[in-house]
């Protein structure tokens, strides 16, 4: 069982070091934030208008569903009912994705962009009471609290360290220039930083950035929750629940208020913002958590088991579903947008 453990967590370790690598490699650059233009009205010109979907969108569903996955496979591991996880996991989705504009409409004064940050507070705040009030009903098909908040924890880490890549995608979420650290910061990013290029970037059009060395947070985000969700799983299979969901909160919210300090997007008008205080808040709220609930179960993870439980058409239709939702709500550009021509190619008649 531990050589098995092992296995699945280098496995994910391989794939998630190859994906990272590759996409801090290519995309800061301007190629890789339009995904595909579709044209929606023809203009006076002969062109038309155009509807942009984003890589943010294509990479942002791509990490929602690796979290989704993580936490069937954890879940199942520990023969969690299947018809349970699903309800909790996509009334989670259900509060957290229209948060994340919400809180940023509300914080930020935007009603165009995301929060990851203020998404994230309401999960952490909602997920404990959603448990709760699941296990009223459901009878024999309770859900573990501490394992299963484990197990939020860990698909979380990962989501949000994979999902960092559709932020480099679209130049959002970034870090300062590296002129303006100090001594230390410019040591350690002198040769470690991003360069965004590409007038529609948000780094671009929101600070003027382009084509400036800066810090790469979004990099050393996706690094820290990725290596976090891993160590978390390793705990988890070793059934070592508690340490698992105090280490992945407790890391992912405790660098969310020390990021703040490296990032030059806006962030609110206070010098220590209010996605700061989130983050203190959940800290804190995830600590009374794992005091007050329970992490007593009596099934030992299989990690066999719960891969198994992917090759499930229950499954394979809810991630094929919940990624097209999140592509389209993600995905579909309300910044930027595009004008299109076409052509024949004469010589091809």
């Not at 009030?133 to 989501?159: D, E, H």
């Not at 050393?220 to 978390?232: D, E, H, I, N, Q």
Request: charged residues 5%; proline residues 3%.
């Amino acid at each position: 069982m531990i050589v098995s453990n092992l296995m699945f967590v280098a496995s994910l370790a391989l794939l998630c070091a190859a994906m990272l690598a590759l996409g801090c490699k290519y995309l800061p650059r301007e190629r890789w934030q339009v995904l595909a233009a579709v044209p929606t009205q023809r203009q006076n010109d002969g062109q038309w208008q155009g509807v942009n979907f984003t890589y943010y969108g294509f990479l942002t569903a791509n990490a929602y569903v690796m979290a989704l996955l993580m936490l069937v496979i954890l879940l199942q591991s520990i023969q969690v009912a299947l018809s349970s996880l699903l309800m909790l996991a996509f009334t989670l989705l259900g509060v957290c994705v229209p948060a994340s504009r919400i809180v940023a409409a509300i914080v930020e004064g935007k009603a165009h962009t995301f929060t990851v940050g203020g998404a994230v507070f309401v999960g952490i705040i909602s997920a404990p009471l959603l448990i709760i009030i699941g296990n009223m009903v459901a009878g024999a098909n309770s859900l573990p609290p501490i394992p299963t908040l484990a197990a939020l924890g860990i698909a979380y880490a990962m989501g949000e360290g994979l999902g960092r890549l559709a932020c480099i995608s679209f130049g959002c979420c970034y870090g300062k220039p590296i002129h303006q650290c100090g001594t230390v910061g410019r040591l350690l990013f002198s040769h470690f930083n991003f360069v965004f290029y590409g007038k529609t970037k948000k780094i671009s059009y929101a600070s003027g950035l382009m084509g400036q060395p800066v810090v790469p947070i979004q990099a050393l985000t996706a690094m820290l929750y990725v290596s976090a969700a891993l160590v978390g799983t390793l705990l988890f299979l070793s059934a070592n629940y508690r340490s698992a969901f105090l280490l992945t909160a407790l890391v992912t919210q405790g660098w969310s208020i020390y990021s703040e300090t490296l990032r030059a997007d806006y962030r609110g008008d206070q010098a220590f913002s209010v996605y700061q205080w989130m983050g203190v808040i959940g800290m804190l709220y995830v600590i009374l958590v794992s005091v007050l609930l329970s992490s007593t179960i009596s099934v030992l993870p299989q990690i066999t088991s719960g891969v198994r439980a992917l090759w499930n058409p229950t499954i394979i239709l809810s991630v094929q579903g919940v990624w097209l939702l999140l592509f389209w709500y993600t995905g579909k550009s309300s910044v930027t947008g595009s004008r299109l021509s076409f052509y024949v190619h004469h010589s091809r008649i």
